[in-house]
């Protein structure tokens, strides 16, 4: 729903925990953004993003547009204006909103969608839905939920689940490539979980069954679907760091590419 008002202005501090300054922009009782957030960087006080009176992340709606919005998780969210907004750029007559949420199951998602085009008032033309991470231990479960909201709303795309690993890098000891460098930058394993071999053998299987259900579901009710986890498959290991900061999450100078391959794979179906 839609909350007129003005801008709330946070100023961001680097001190902060990571739960701290997400309490600016998340409301954890309805698991959802808060609306008409700015959020300003230090020392220059650029804009680090922002979020528009519906609770997307990004600017306000142009209503002359048609409207698309991404659903998922932090890996649809991204970091700072993330790079849902610059999809606009490839499609002019669009506006691509940015319907991520950090850490959000597929119920939840799916929630939100079901919210945003049947509460709102808006007219979202194109629902481009990323299961996300979350529900992948539940194959069952993401195949329930992505068949019922692929039935409920107006012309989704469906997305795979990305990875920076790979059958041969799992078999492999990456404890070495676990550091922070200048001209690399950080990579982790995920999250909390402490790396094995064994863990990331585990998390690997996850999201190709996961993804098998995706595919399935999109097959199934004859939608598109933007493969990512194919485009960015790699078993180099000296490239497998290249455009994730970790096991999932894509790393900013990665965008360019995401934006590129959404382009090539979505300019025949916006229209």
Same mark, same amino acid.
């Given at each position: 729903? =839609?909350?007129?008002?003005?801008?709330?202005?946070?100023?961001?501090?680097?001190?902060?925990?990571?739960?701290?300054?997400?309490?600016?922009?998340?409301?954890?009782?309805?698991? &959802?953004?808060?609306?008409?957030?700015?959020?300003? &960087?230090?020392?220059?006080?650029?804009?680090?993003?922002?979020?528009?009176?519906?609770?997307?992340?990004?600017?306000?709606?142009?209503?002359?547009?048609?409207?698309?919005?991404?659903?998922?998780?932090?890996?649809?969210?991204?970091?700072?204006?993330?790079?849902?907004?610059?999809?606009?750029?490839?499609?002019?007559?669009?506006?691509?909103?940015?319907?991520?949420?950090?850490?959000?199951?597929?119920?939840?998602?799916?929630? =939100?969608?079901?919210?945003?085009?049947?509460?709102?008032?808006?007219?979202?033309?194109?629902?481009?839905?990323?299961?996300?991470?979350?529900?992948?231990? =539940?194959?069952?479960?993401?195949?329930?939920?992505?068949?019922?909201?692929?039935?409920?709303?107006?012309?989704?795309?469906?997305?795979?689940?990305?990875?920076?690993?790979?059958?041969?890098?799992?078999?492999?000891?990456?404890?070495?490539?676990?550091?922070?460098?200048?001209?690399?930058?950080?990579?982790?394993?995920?999250?909390?979980?402490?790396?094995?071999?064994?863990?990331? &053998?585990?998390?690997?299987?996850?999201?190709? =069954?996961?993804?098998?259900?995706?595919?399935?579901?999109?097959?199934?009710?004859?939608?598109?679907?933007?493969?990512?986890?194919?485009?960015?498959?790699?078993?180099?290991?000296? &490239?497998?760091?290249?455009?994730?900061?970790?096991?999932?999450?894509?790393?900013?100078?990665?965008?360019?590419?995401?934006?590129?391959?959404?382009?090539?794979?979505?300019?025949?179906?916006?229209?």
């Amino acid at each position: 729903m =839609r909350k007129e008002g003005l801008k709330n202005v946070i100023v961001y501090d680097p001190q902060w925990s990571k739960e701290t300054f997400q309490s600016f922009y998340i409301d954890r009782v309805r698991k &959802r953004i808060k609306p008409n957030i700015v959020v300003l &960087r230090p020392p220059k006080m650029e804009v680090y993003f922002e979020t528009n009176s519906y609770g997307f992340k990004g600017p306000e709606i142009d209503f002359t547009k048609k409207l698309v919005a991404v659903w998922g998780d932090s890996v649809v969210w991204g970091l700072r204006k993330g790079w849902v907004e610059g999809l606009s750029g490839y499609f002019p007559e669009h506006q691509f909103l940015n319907g991520g949420l950090e850490g959000d199951p597929l119920e939840n998602i799916c929630e =939100r969608i079901a919210e945003a085009n049947y509460t709102t008032g808006l007219d979202i033309k194109f629902n481009i839905i990323f299961p996300g991470w979350h529900s992948r231990k =539940r194959p069952e479960v993401v195949y329930k939920l992505l068949s019922l909201i692929v039935k409920k709303v107006p012309n989704p795309v469906l997305c795979t689940v990305p990875t920076s690993l790979s059958k041969k890098t799992v078999e492999l000891d990456l404890t070495g490539y676990f550091v922070s460098s200048p001209d690399k930058g950080h990579y982790g394993f995920w999250g909390n979980t402490p790396y094995s071999i064994e863990n990331a &053998r585990l998390l690997f299987s996850e999201i190709q =069954r996961q993804n098998e259900v995706i595919h399935a579901v999109a097959r199934e009710n004859k939608i598109p679907l933007v493969d990512l986890y194919s485009h960015f498959y790699t078993e180099d290991i000296e &490239r497998f760091r290249e455009d994730f900061f970790d096991a999932g999450h894509f790393r900013k100078s990665a965008y360019p590419k995401i934006q590129k391959i959404f382009y090539e794979e979505l300019k025949d179906v916006l229209v």
